[in-house]
């Protein structure tokens, strides 16, 4: 692979994931800060919580088209290998994005949208994982780290995936479960508010 096709992916996988579609939203629509309300995050579950499902949806669908924007540009320079270099840099410029103070989200929408565009399978599977688990605790944060969890162990599930992907997988569930870690203290206190959307 040459390397100015690895560098530009990255670069361009973390600029696309920067794009804080949660941000722009809840400013655009409600002149407010996501990150100043609810849980204080800027992913979808807390835009949901805080201004409604449409605006939850309105979230994810924009934080996939951007997933799906940079794996795209990265299979067309280095095919798989690429695919897999986007969606983690993709990941990071989510979690912690250039335009937005290095304040972003945990990840969860980008990872979910990550496996729907790498192996639908995959999605389907941590789809079910989730609601699984929302199922039996309606703790977000739960249900989230489970699946992150299972992201690696499903694509071994699945059989055919390549190191790449594999390695990717990894990397998303480190990454979901670091940025939940104060979620995870408050599991342990029991503290851990269950999900109410607002309606």
């Known amino acids: 692979m040459e390397i100015w096709k690895i560098c530009l992916t990255a670069a361009a996988g973390y600029l696309f994931g920067s794009i804080s579609v949660a941000i722009l939203v809840c400013r655009g629509l409600y002149g ?29 669908a924009g934080d996939l088209l951007k997933t799906a924007a940079a794996l795209l540009l990265g299979a067309w320079l280095l095919g798989e290998p690429g695919k897999c270099i986007a969606a983690c840099a993709c990941l990071v410029g989510h979690c912690w994005p250039l335009f937005f103070g290095f304040r972003g989200g945990k990840g969860v929408t980008v990872s979910a949208a990550v496996a729907l565009l790498l192996d639908p399978r995959l999605f389907l599977i941590l789809v079910a994982v989730f609601f699984l688990v929302f199922y039996f605790v309606r703790t977000v944060s739960i249900c989230s780290i489970s699946a992150a969890l299972a992201y690696p162990l499903a694509m071994l599930l699945l059989g055919d995936t390549s190191l790449p992907m594999l390695l990717t997988g990894v990397f998303v569930a480190v990454m979901v479960c670091f940025l939940h870690r104060g979620n995870i203290k408050r599991i342990l206190n029991g503290t851990e508010p269950k999900f109410k959307a607002k309606k």
């Open 32 to 60: 407010a800060d996501v990150r100043e309300r609810g849980s204080g995050n800027a992913g979808a579950t807390n835009v949901a919580r805080v201004f409604g499902m449409k605006a939850g949806v309105i979230t994810f």
